[in-house]
């Protein structure tokens, strides 16, 4: 075996044996009718950055209209959905048509998977050009996820606040600074009774990009 082939053979045992003996680190939060878990540093910083700029040139970024109250207006952030064949999303009344999987989203995929264990099947990218993008208060709760659907959320780019409130119990709130790198996943019964937003700021912050992974049954 060449010298280079053993370097890279080197990094590659070496870096799996820190994975093991240093796993990412993760918070827990210990909310009602919640299983909510945050990793802050699930890429490194340079892995990040060379994602989030290749998400940002080569996704096929689109804008779609909603209608909320009788009025119609463009979506306040960008999107796109890849995936299986033969699995639309349905949300807001918008159905949107899977692109095929690119190597970088599976790469991506594949790290998550290593954590939850789950086999996702759809991944719903947003695309905030400035603090003007948000996403409104709502679930993931479509009748597609199924039952206590697992949502892992990854996120490049500006730190953007994510506030979470439970529909009952209203005093019951949560905020997560969603940092460059990180992940975040929800589970159990979180979508049935919790909903979640990331609301506007006048900070004059960049660009974020968010990757959601689901299965659609």
Known sequence: MKRKEWNVLFFSLYFCLMNLLFPKEK???NLPNAEIEYYPNFFNSQRAIELFEKLKTEIPWQQDKITVYGKTHLQPRLTALFGNEGKPYNYSNIVMQ???????????KNEIEDICSENFTTVLLNYYRDGKDSNGWHADNEKELGRNPVIASVSFGAERAFHLQHNIIKEQKLKINLEHGSLLIMKGATQHFWKHQIPKTTKPIGSRINLTFRIIK
């Not at 899977?98 to 991506?108: D, E, Q, R, S, Y």
């Open 98 to 108: 899977p692109h095929h999987w690119k190597p970088m989203l599976m790469f991506i």
């Open 27 to 29: 918070t827990d939060f």
